[in-house]
T-cell receptor, first 113, second 116 residues
Framework: GENVEQHPSTLSVQEGDSAVIKCTYS??????FPWYKQELGKRPQLIID?????GEKKDQRIAVTLNKTAKHFSLHITETQPEDSAVYFC????????????FGRGTQLTVWP | DTGVSQDPRHKITKRGQNVTFRCDPI?????LYWYRQTLGQGPEFLTY????????KSRLLSDRFSAERPKGSFSTLEIQRTEQGDSAMYLC??????????????FGPGTRLTVL
């Protein structure tokens, strides 16, 4: 299938703790994996992406890891802050040449001060 | 504002009416996507243009839906004979084709459609 499965659907953490969101995909030819953050009432915005030629990518407090063998990738947020509270979506393409992205159902992250 | 823009931001219509939405992508972007998002779900792909060519359509896009990008710049999405199940946020995104098939998709603010 073409599904992207995302877990958990909700995640609550204390400020300063780490948060991890996991996604699995089905198409072994997929080679691009973006993560989007959507605040309430706002548009999705890309926060980090990874291509299949690397296993990990970091950008300050955010990192993404990719396991192509297991077909899963994860978003890691360290030292969480209340402004990290939002819905996070993972996505993966179908195949390696098409433009469409399949999105997960989203994870509502709440960071408590 | 040089980002993706969409018009209108909100549309309320009665069942059976036709509606049309417009998307203006980032000016140098040659790829344009339409997605639909319902509450508690991620964006669902509807269709995709590269320049003026519509390269892919989702099975979600029934015969009542049509999208155009006549000059390879702005795009319109029309829904004919709207149904209550069409109520959703319609998101447009654009990206550059250069450098490979996958570059960041920049989303617009969306058009929220409510069908009464």
């Amino acid at each position: 299938g073409e599904n992207v499965e995302q877990h958990p659907s909700t995640l609550s953490v204390q400020e300063g703790d780490s948060a991890v969101i996991k996604c699995t995909y089905s198409d072994s030819a997929s080679n691009y994996f973006p993560w989007y953050k959507q605040e309430l009432g706002k548009r999705p915005q890309l926060i980090i992406d990874i291509r299949s030629n690397v296993g990990e990518k970091k950008d300050q407090r955010i990192a993404v890891t990719l396991n192509k063998t297991a077909k899963h990738f994860s978003l890691h947020i360290t030292e969480t802050q209340p402004e990290d509270s939002a819905v996070y979506f993972c996505a993966a393409p179908r195949g390696s040449t098409l433009g469409r992205l399949y999105f997960g159902r989203g994870t509502q992250l709440t960071v408590w001060p | 504002d040089t980002g993706v823009s969409q018009d209108p931001r909100h549309k309320i219509t009665k069942r059976g009416q036709n509606v049309t939405f417009r998307c203006d992508p980032i000016s140098e972007h040659n790829r344009l996507y339409w997605y639909r998002q319902t509450l508690g779900q991620g964006p669902e792909f509807l269709t995709y243009f590269q320049n003026e060519a519509q390269l892919e359509k989702s099975r979600l896009l029934s015969d009542r839906f049509s999208a155009e990008r006549p000059k390879g710049s702005f795009s319109t999405l029309e829904i004919q004979r709207t149904e209550q199940g069409d109520s959703a946020m319609y998101l447009c995104a654009s990206s550059l084709a250069a450098g490979g098939p996958y570059n960041e998709q920049f989303f617009g603010p969306g058009t929220r459609l409510t069908v009464l």
